[in-house]
């Protein structure tokens, strides 16, 4: 069995490599050709370039970029069509994987995309391209599945890795693994994984989190960054700060901070949805340039941007957009979840609906779906 496969980012490399261990446990003879990131390779997966060759960071990226990129993609169509796969699977970035789907569809490779695109969000149209290039489609959440279904596109359900592997864990068990004091208030400050991300809401969560200690003697800070870069900008903002004892920096561990915190602040992305599946009861905050704003802003079809908001029935996590973003907005915000002890608990109950209904063995349903196409019988 040859599978060709592309993934763009550690996220997608972390579930292609779930991905691949699966279907080498069924299928051992399976050949793995692409682009991989170091645990699909470690899989054994041939990765033609590095992982990092595609990825674009926002429209300044793209322009940088955008030559060498395209000619990345023209060069891996030449190299599967002499491969010939028995299926091609895109992992995320779609903007880079649906143009080459669609091409490999019409030589007659068939396609799988896993993680749908946000087209139920925003740029619906799309759909259109999407019905083209993709055999078959696996969403991580339900309610991407039925927007497939009502599009008349082959789409499975498997459910997201994240909720099979998440380890619950008490407050005071996460506060020991990870060295912190037991005792007093704990608020987990997650301002995002990129530089971007860092460079607009880093300074805003700190200052946010000192305002916090001006009503609260008791309350320290657990910051989890997830690479040395961040970690080095991050205690920079903090070694600014009169109250720099109440600020503590680990390498990454993100998990571990949402367990040990009363309340999460965070930027929108995996940090919200992994909060959501550890019930840590969160506010979330999403800034990003102008002219990214305003793309989003006129051609979305959504009220809300994390996605906890999007898979209650009701939305409850706080989110602060753009220009509200703000010291005095983000820490009243945390603040009601500190001191409102029903509040806290009623997200807590809420958030404990989501593990549920996303823990249904991502890795062995995508596996089916590929094995199955791969060979045939789908």
Not at 179 to 196: E, F, K, N, T
Not at 305 to 318: A, C, K, R, W
């Amino acid at each position: 069995m040859k599978i060709a496969l592309v993934a763009g980012e550690t996220s997608g490399d972390i579930l292609g490599a779930g991905l691949l261990e699966r279907i080498r446990a069924l299928r051992p003879d399976a050949e793995f050709l692409g682009i991989a990131g170091p645990r699909m390779s470690g899989e054994g997966t041939e990765s033609l370039y590095p992982m990092d060759s595609i990825s674009i960071m926002g429209l300044d990226g793209l322009v940088q970029n955008l030559r060498s990129i395209l000619a990345i993609r023209t060069d891996l169509f030449d190299k599967f069509t002499r491969f010939k796969p028995d299926v091609f699977v895109g992992i995320d970035v779609p903007d880079f994987n649906l143009t080459l789907e669609h091409r490999l569809r019409k030589s007659g490779i068939p396609t799988v995309h896993y993680v749908s695109p946000t087209v139920w969000a925003w740029r619906r149209y799309r759909i259109h391209k999407i019905r083209k290039a993709v055999s078959h489609m696996l969403t991580l959440f339900p309610f991407e599945e039925q927007f497939y279904q009502a599009h008349d596109i082959p789409v499975t359900l498997t459910g997201h890795p994240l909720a099979d592997r998440i380890t619950p864990l008490s407050k005071q068990a996460a506060r020991q693994s990870l060295g912190l004091p037991v005792d007093g208030r704990w608020v987990a400050l997650l301002p995002g994984s990129r530089g971007s991300e860092i460079s607009r809401l880093g300074q805003p969560f700190i200052d946010a989190a000192c305002l916090l200690c001006s009503t609260h003697h008791d309350i320290r800070f657990v910051i989890p960054c997830a690479t040395p870069r961040i970690f080095d900008t991050m205690k920079k903002l903090v070694e600014r700060q009169p109250l720099v004892d109440r600020f503590t920096l680990i390498h990454g561990n993100a998990q571990l901070a949402l367990q040990s915190a009363d309340v999460a602040l965070l930027a929108s992305g995996t940090a919200a949805l992994e909060a959501a599946l550890l019930c840590t009861p969160m506010v979330v905050a999403y800034r990003v340039s102008l002219t990214s704003y305003l793309m989003v802003k006129f051609s979305t079809r959504v009220e809300h941007y994390s996605m906890p908001n999007h898979l209650l029935e009701q939305p409850i996590v706080p989110e602060f957009i753009q220009q509200r973003v703000t010291p005095e907005n983000l820490s009243a915000a945390v603040n009601e979840y500190l001191v409102n002890e029903k509040a806290n608990a009623d997200m807590r109950a809420e958030l404990s609906k989501i593990r549920g209904a996303l823990a249904l063995g991502a890795d062995a349903r995508a596996a089916e779906v590929v094995i199955n196409i791969a060979e045939g019988r789908l």
